[in-house]
């Protein structure tokens, strides 16, 4: 939902303090909405394995929603992001102040079209290098990353797969145990 009849700044942003969380993106005031459970299964399971990899092999830093990254004058809410180590001086006491190397967002029915293409084409402008759209009702991961003058598709992941990055060397995230997912 887009709260309209203002062009909001990073500013006012920064004063909310109503309980919900939102986005800044144009000067719109974006509203986030709760993620599903499956949503937070999924990102619990990919967080771990990223903190893992990150415990054994201290390159950088990962963090999770919710945390504001200012990119110039909008606000977004990655649901997991890293930050390598030389770009730490990026991390403030409030919120990140640019781009992080890798951004993953989990899709949702709500807010899918909105991560795709809006945060999609921010994450590049501001120059995140690596990109993950996660589909949890196909199952599968779409990894980009950043090319010259526009994301480059380095292919969709499905259970099936180890998925691995240029950008963390030895990471290996099974698929089938982050889609794996219990009703119970």
Do not use: C
Request: negative net charge.
């Amino acid at each position: 939902m887009v709260l309209s009849g203002k062009n909001y700044t990073v500013e006012d942003y920064m004063k909310l303090n109503d309980g919900k969380r939102y986005e800044l993106i144009g000067g719109e005031l974006i509203v986030v909405p709760s993620p599903r459970p499956r949503h937070q299964r999924i990102s619990a399971k990919i967080l771990l394995q990223l903190g893992k990899y990150i415990e054994n092999n201290p390159v950088g830093e990962v963090y999770s929603a919710p945390i504001d990254i200012v990119l110039d004058n909008h606000v977004v809410q990655p649901d997991i992001l890293f930050v390598s180590n030389d770009r730490l001086d990026i991390i403030g006491e409030l919120n990140i102040q640019g781009a992080p190397d890798l951004v993953v967002e989990i899709l949702s029915p709500s807010t899918a079209a909105h991560d795709k293409k809006k945060k999609g084409q921010l994450y590049f402008k501001y120059g995140v290098k690596e990109y993950w759209l996660v589909d949890p009702e196909t199952k599968f991961i779409d990894v980009f990353v950043a090319g010259e003058k526009e994301w480059r598709w380095i292919g969709a992941f499905d259970q099936e797969d180890v998925l691995t990055t240029t950008l963390l060397p030895g990471l290996k995230i099974s698929l089938s145990k982050i889609f794996q997912v219990s009703l119970k």
